[in-house]
């Protein structure tokens, strides 16, 4: 039936068009900006996955970044390191020179009192924006960021590396002692008087050291430990009857606590002997040769050491290198336009465009020829 009123091709045109003018503006976006997925409106999975990556991938941006200063802190106390092993074995060099007859003591003195001076300089110089891994500054576990994981539930942590810092100076540090929370659980207790009677045990790494005759009357014990840099640590329990007052370990209800903490000698003082400030006899020289040999040993033990960290910040960092490349390839694919589809999608519709503009106007051009059949 032919109308007036309703053209019903030209409604099918015009829906056609605008159908189409709607994927050409589509197109026409994707390609000016590149996206596909440019909101969580064009898609919301896409959109999610995305800028989750583009997040981690920042933070594992900022992780290298670290890394780099990391390495550079590890790389300024590794030069000091050896020129440090270098004067060591200048050192070992004078005092193996004391051991001949009629050797100058006077200026193998002064040549020991130069090289102490450098190893002073060296560790001192050994600082990096301010942080020096060698002179006692800095002591105990450091722990360097070296990467960064996201679970399934959006929980993010950080993967550390983790180094011992240890001091090449100083003759020790000052005791500092605390007093900790009382102790009042009955289990606890228990389990602390049970505790064999190890007193005159020798202190080391990983061995605790338990004194259960501390005093005369066994109203106290201690126990003594070794951190992996040196650090040692003894705490003593108190005790204590329900009124508060002392009374024997074995009898208390509760234990009072107090912990002192003595950070080590600094690795070229062995034996007593401080490399740094050092003088020499013909009688001493040899058996501070076997001091010098230990702290060489002690030093080359902890350049080792700060070289394997230094190598498994790198292997860290070029692991994110490789996984930021992976994220973005992986963002690419989820939100980046084809523009190969997209150009050639284009054209298509550009010529859909014109059809539809060439079919709607033939679509209104049918209501014309109604008026012939009224001439």
Do not use: C, H
Request: aromatic residues 4%; charged residues 10%.
């Amino acid at each position: 039936m032919a109308s007036i009123l309703t053209n019903a091709q030209a409604l099918t045109a015009l829906q056609s068009l605008n159908m189409t003018q709607q994927a050409l503006a589509t197109t026409q976006t994707q390609i000016s900006t590149g996206l596909k997925v440019a909101s969580a409106a064009d898609n919301a999975s896409y959109w999610t996955v995305a800028t989750t990556l583009q997040s981690n991938n920042g933070v594992l941006a900022a992780v290298n970044d670290s890394l780099a200063q990391s390495q550079s802190i590890l790389g300024t106390a590794t030069a000091a390191m050896n020129s440090v092993i270098k004067t060591v074995n200048s050192i070992k060099t004078a005092l193996t020179q004391a051991t001949n007859p009629g050797a100058d003591i006077a200026s193998i003195n002064t040549t020991l009192t130069s090289l102490g001076k450098q190893l002073t300089d060296a560790v001192k110089g050994a600082s990096f924006n301010g942080f020096n891994l060698l002179d006692g500054s800095t002591v105990g576990s450091l722990n360097f960021v070296a990467g960064y994981k996201q679970d399934a539930t959006g929980v993010g942590t950080y993967n550390t590396i983790a180094l011992t810092a240890q001091s090449l100076t100083g003759a020790g540090g000052v005791s500092a002692t605390y007093t900790a929370p009382s102790i009042t659980n009955a289990t606890v207790i228990g389990q602390l008087n049970a505790l064999a009677d190890t007193s005159g045990g020798t202190l080391a790494y990983g061995t605790d050291v338990i004194d259960k005759t501390t005093d005369a009357t066994g109203n106290t014990f201690s126990i003594s430990s070794m951190a992996l840099d040196g650090t040692t640590t003894k705490k003593t329990y108190s005790g204590f009857d329900v009124n508060g007052n002392v009374t024997t370990a074995a009898a208390a209800t509760s234990f009072g606590v107090s912990v002192t903490t003595t950070p080590p000698a600094g690795l070229l003082t062995q034996g007593g002997l401080d490399l740094t400030n050092m003088t020499t006899t013909a009688t001493t020289a040899a058996t501070q040769v076997t001091k010098v040999n230990a702290a060489l040993q002690a030093v080359t033990s902890y350049a080792s050491i700060i070289g394997s960290t230094s190598t498994r910040m790198t292997a860290a960092s070029d692991f994110n290198a490789a996984l930021m490349t992976n994220y973005k390839t992986g963002i690419s694919a989820l939100i980046d336009t084809n523009m190969n589809e997209a150009s050639t999608r284009l054209q298509a519709l550009q010529t859909q465009q014109q059809l539809g503009v060439q079919s709607l106007s033939i679509a209104n051009q049918n209501s014309q020829l109604i008026l012939k059949l009224f001439q």
